[in-house]
């Protein structure tokens, strides 16, 4: 066994109670009311750079939510890796349909996962695909030291759009100077076939309020007499797409790059099953844009969803009223070289444009990112793919996924950096889900890949 695969295992145990303490801080950056545990978690990850010898380590106060960041230069010859992770995690709602609490950390055997997998929200998004960098640190740090220098950057507000971190690289530029971006935040296609993100999807996120009469009204005394502002905005939202599951914004799809029928056909050659896939999530079909399958839905094409609607009564029971307003929160991923604010305006002016005269429309923006695309042919890429054949023994498939990392096209616009996205979660871990997961072998397979990767890159 080498000395990597040695240290992991006579380490493992200690690895995961340090994770499982990160996971006990509910560091949820969507509600204010964790400002507190974010600050906490914060200090931890600061208190753990400094145990790696890591130098001018910071807590950077931003707007919002901290960057914690730490480096370790060894010699300016030297190239230069920055680190990138998030801290903070999604909600936990709904709570009841956990099998056990969000924030207190268990281990489980699932099917998928025999020898075991972390339960808790974060496990894998991104608290321990991020921590499995720090151990890659302590390993390197145990076994010579680092080969090059770097740098690492972990932020609180990922998860609700990066906006203040955006700021802190316009700031920071030299200080976060590098040579390539490593990011563990994403996916591979299963536990035996590794895969590299090179694509992520941008997005738009908005939200509409549609305001019909000036107040409630009783719906039998009115009701089929006045504009319900509920039924109109399903009406819309309805209109968002054609019977081909087309989106019906005009110009909507004007940017979007249409790939070969070689490059889908290579896309086709992925292990995956239609049929496994509906059942995967409980239903009967996967569905979506005529003419794609469902891997190229969820990366090649872009896709509008509804993510919250609302307005009228919902409590117990039944109230009869035609409410005054009706809300939505929309999202639309994106695609090359699709860009947020156009596609932001595009859907406003469409909004507007098919709405009823009789309701008051509230556009408004939310947040937004780039797509994001990356080659295969990079030093970087091809070190990562070698770590990752090292040690599952299989070469990585390059894969384009469905989810969005904004900061990751901002890093290339500003920093002029790539970024290599070495994920290690499954479709199954239920990120953003209750009885968010992940695996103990992706785990512990994820910190020695990261480690060969230092030594391949360097080599
Ligand atoms: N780690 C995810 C993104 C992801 C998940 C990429 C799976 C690829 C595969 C990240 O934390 C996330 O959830 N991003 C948000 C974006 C954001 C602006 C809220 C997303 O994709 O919804
Ligand atoms: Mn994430
Ligand atoms: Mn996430």
Redesign the pocket.
């Given at each position: 066994m080498d000395k990597v695969k040695e240290y992991i295992e006579r380490n493992k145990n200690k690895f995961l109670e340090e994770l499982f303490e990160l996971l006990r801080i509910p560091s949820i950056s969507a509600k204010s009311e964790h400002k507190k545990d974010i600050i906490t978690c914060a200090e931890l990850l600061k208190s753990h750079l400094e145990k790696q010898g890591f130098n001018n380590c910071e807590i950077c106060k931003t707007k919002g939510n901290p960057i914690v960041y730490g480096e370790k230069i060894i010699d300016n010859k030297l190239p230069t890796v920055l680190v990138y992770g998030?801290y903070d995690v999604?909600p936990t709602d709904p709570i009841e349909l956990w099998n056990s609490a969000p924030f207190e950390p268990i281990i489980k055997k699932t099917s998928i996962h025999p020898e075991g997998a972390i339960f808790a929200r974060g496990a894998c998004?991104?608290k321990g695909q991020m921590f499995m960098h720090i151990k890659a640190f302590e390993i390197l740090n145990n076994n010579g030291g680092f080969p090059c220098n770097i740098k690492i950057m972990i932020e609180g507000e990922?998860?609700?759009?990066?906006d203040n971190l955006e700021i802190f690289i316009e700031k920071n530029k030299r200080k976060l100077e590098c040579d390539i971006i490593l990011v563990s935040?994403?996916?591979m296609i299963d536990k035996k076939t590794p895969s590299i993100?090179i694509g992520?999807r941008g997005?738009t996120?908005m939200e509409l309020e549609l305001t019909g009469p000036n107040r409630d009204l009783h719906s039998g005394h009115y009701g089929g007499s006045v504009i319900n502002p509920i039924n109109e905005l399903s009406r819309i939202i309805n209109l968002l797409h054609d019977n081909e599951k087309k989106i019906t914004i005009p110009g909507f799809y004007d940017e979007v790059i249409e790939y070969s029928d070689f490059e889908r056909k290579k896309m086709g050659s992925i292990p995956f099953s239609e049929i496994e896939y509906a059942k995967s999530v409980g239903i009967t079909n996967p569905s979506g844009e005529n003419g794609y399958t469902s891997i190229e839905r969820r990366s090649i094409r872009p896709c509008l969803d509804v993510n919250g609607i609302w307005g009228g009564y919902t409590e117990e029971g039944s109230k009869t009223v035609i409410p005054s307003k009706a809300y939505a929160k929309i999202?639309m991923r994106l695609v090359p070289n699709q860009r947020w604010k156009k596609i932001s305006q595009l859907f406003s002016n469409y909004i507007k444009k098919i709405a009823s005269p009789n309701v008051t429309v509230k556009v408004s923006e939310h947040?937004g990112?780039e797509p994001y695309l990356t080659s295969t042919e990079s030093k970087a890429y091809k070190s990562a793919s070698k770590a990752y054949e090292d040690v599952f023994k299989k070469e990585p498939i390059p894969t384009k996924?469905?989810?969005?990392?904004?900061i990751i096209a901002q890093f290339e616009k500003i920093l002029k950096s790539k970024t290599i996205l070495m994920?290690f979660?499954l479709d199954s871990d239920a990120?953003?889900s209750p009885n968010e997961h992940y695996g103990i072998s992706n785990f512990l397979n994820g910190i020695e890949t990261i480690t060969k990767f230092y030594y391949n890159y360097t080599k």
């Open positions: 998030h999604q998004d991104d990922e998860e609700i759009g990066s935040d994403t996916g993100t992520l997005m996120y999202s947040h990112g996924d469905g989810g969005s990392i904004p994920g979660g990120i953003h």
